[in-house]
């Protein structure tokens, strides 16, 4: 298979009590890998795209035949996006120092972030003037397809925070600001 599960880079507990145990455990074996296993699948049927990253899949859609198109959008993009959220978490307390210009953006990203409708994304990206802004995205879109360059991105769909935070999503967000892997968004950045 051509996309593989990665290891998480710390254990699943490790961002108690901010994201619960069980979450990660099904959020990263269960969620994260039916996106990998729907991936292959449709890579499977377009062997011409071989040669082709994930990333330059993603930036450039149309390169996929339309029979896979959606596949590579939704569960390529999940694959991308899931792989990109677990690098941008670590236990608090070992997190370094936020950067404050991440966090003048904090009260506009949670407010788009709590208020997005359905199932998405809520993003930092930078773009080419080298201005941060604030964006969202639906579904497992990826700011990668439009272009922009990722500093930090946010899993607001239920199964990130149900188990525990059951309806409140905004508790989520905040508890999520405490596991933030600063030093690499520092390098993002
Ligand atoms: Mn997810």
């Known amino acids: 298979m051509r996309y593989e599960l990665p290891v998480l880079p710390y254990s699943y507990n490790a961002l108690e009590p901010f994201i619960d145990a069980q979450t990660m455990e099904i959020h990263h074996s269960k969620h994260h890998a039916a996106y990998i296993n729907k991936l292959n699948e449709a890579l499977a049927k377009a062997p011409q795209l071989e040669d082709k990253t994930l990333e330059e899949l993603l930036n450039n859609l149309d390169l996929a035949p339309e029979e ?16 990109f959220f677990w ?3 670590t236990p608090a ?5 936020p950067i404050s210009a991440i966090l003048d953006l904090k009260e ?8 997005l409708f359905g199932s998405g994304w809520a993003w930092i990206i930078k773009n080419e003037n080298g201005s941060l802004e604030v964006a969202t995205t639906p579904n497992q879109d990826t700011p990668l397809s439009f272009g922009k360059k990722i500093i930090l991105g946010l ?6 925070y149900y188990l525990k935070y059951q309806n409140r999503r905004a ?3 905040d508890a999520w600001w405490n596991v933030i892997n600063w030093q690499k968004v520092s390098k993002m950045l």
Do not use: P, Q
């Not at 307390?93 to 120092?97: D, H, I, P, W």
């Open 68 to 83: 896979i198109r959606s596949a590579i959008r939704n569960h390529g993009g999940g694959h991308y996006n899931h792989s």
């Open 87 to 89: 690098e941008m978490l």
């Open 93 to 97: 307390g070992k997190n370094g120092t």
């Open 108 to 115: 506009e990203f949670n407010k788009k972030a709590v208020n």
């Open 155 to 160: 899993d607001v769909w239920e199964h990130a």
């Open 171 to 173: 508790e989520y967000i």
